[in-house]
């Protein structure tokens, strides 16, 4: 059996993280161990250990703790129930989010232990560094847009893309990583997207399949968004925030939208239910706030049957770009603190 190293955080607000030896994942049912590759870094590490969170929700739990939710690599072993993945191949993982202190099953580590749900084959033609972009931004993106105690979205078709369905939705922050995968999702599906983002990307979300993109940073952005709804004359089926604080922004919109004309009253939003996350002050009583769901009935459609078609079809891209900060477990940190430092239209990745 080989041996395992992790970066650690071993304290509330340690820092560097310390690379060291750390124990081999236990092969479970409905699991697969993965040899890592290469790690996407997500806003939330660099969250968990600048705030210390964990130790706040966990406080009766030893802390040591491997974080990281993204991660590409080779199967080193797969649990006796596990059919759509054999040792050997090349695959994109999702850790879930249990990566809290003690379980130590984050992506921070030589090998990491995945649920074979959130685990789907990689195309030989996509890297292991393109791979690493997609997996948590992915799920964030189809729970809100097509779970439908989200937005409930039409799903896009196992290959290719819908046709045109007459309706649009609003994603603000399309230049987010997870904004970058709404927009795709949303257009494969049919849906004329409309979106926001800093002027230098306006392009870059066109690229994507964005119709209209409008400055975050004008004054009146909502009501030039608003104003492009109506002269489309087509039903909006809500909006999506796909960056933490665009809720709000969201909800002012589709307060204006007069539900009378079909319009959806719904705003999807990244924050997560049951972390103690609530309805922002000052949310207007017509907009229902919909929380990201941790768990979500469209994952077996996302991971069995739709993502390694759209990735081997090339239907999907692997968007934002990923800006490699080094190779190995020692430049996890180096990857956080360029999160901290503000990222745009990229996915900070470590290859391994």
Not at 40 to 65: F, K, L, R
Not at 310 to 325: G, R, Y
Request: glycine share 8%; proline share 5%.
């Amino acid at each position: 059996m080989p041996s395992n190293r992790a970066a650690w955080l071993t304290a509330k607000q340690a820092r560097p993280l310390e690379v060291s030896d750390a124990p081999m994942p236990e092969l479970k049912p409905g699991h697969v161990i993965i040899e890592t590759k290469a790690i996407g870094i997500n806003p939330v590490d660099a969250m968990i250990q600048q705030t210390g969170m964990i130790a706040e929700h966990y406080p009766s739990v030893p802390y040591q703790v491997i974080m990281g939710l993204d991660g590409a690599g080779m199967v080193y072993a797969v649990a006796d129930d596990v059919t759509h993945v054999k040792a050997g191949d090349r695959v994109l993982a999702f850790t879930d989010g249990d990566a809290i202190s003690g379980r130590q099953r984050g992506t921070f580590q030589a090998y990491f232990l995945a649920q074979a749900r959130y685990v789907a084959l990689l195309p030989a033609q996509v890297s292991f560094t393109d791979g690493a972009v997609l997996p948590s931004c992915l799920v964030v993106a189809a729970t809100s847009l097509f779970d439908p105690k989200c937005l409930g979205l039409d799903l896009p078709p196992v290959r290719g893309r819908a046709s045109a369905n007459g309706k649009v939705v609003v994603i603000w922050a399309g230049g987010s990583v997870v904004g970058s995968c709404a927009v795709q999702l949303a257009k494969l599906a049919g849906y004329e997207v409309f979106t926001t983002s800093s002027v230098h990307n306006f392009e870059y979300c066109r690229n994507l399949g964005a119709d209209e993109v409008f400055d975050y940073k004008e004054s009146n952005v909502v009501p030039s968004i608003l104003a492009a709804v109506n002269k489309t004359g087509k039903q909006c089926v809500g909006a999506f925030g796909a960056y933490l604080g665009t809720d709000k922004l969201c909800a002012e919109l589709i307060r204006q939208l007069p539900s009378s004309s079909g319009h959806s009253n719904i705003v999807a939003t990244v924050m997560p239910e049951g972390y103690g996350f609530s309805v922002p002050e000052g949310w207007p009583e017509n907009v229902e706030c919909r929380f990201l769901l941790t768990e979500s009935e469209r994952m077996t459609w996302l991971w069995r049957e739709w993502l390694s078609i759209a990735l081997e079809d090339k239907t999907w891209k692997c968007q934002p770009d990923a800006e490699v900060v080094g190779k190995g477990l020692e430049f996890l940190q180096e990857g956080m603190d360029r999160w901290s430092k503000g990222v745009s239209a990229k996915k900070i990745v470590v290859e391994v």
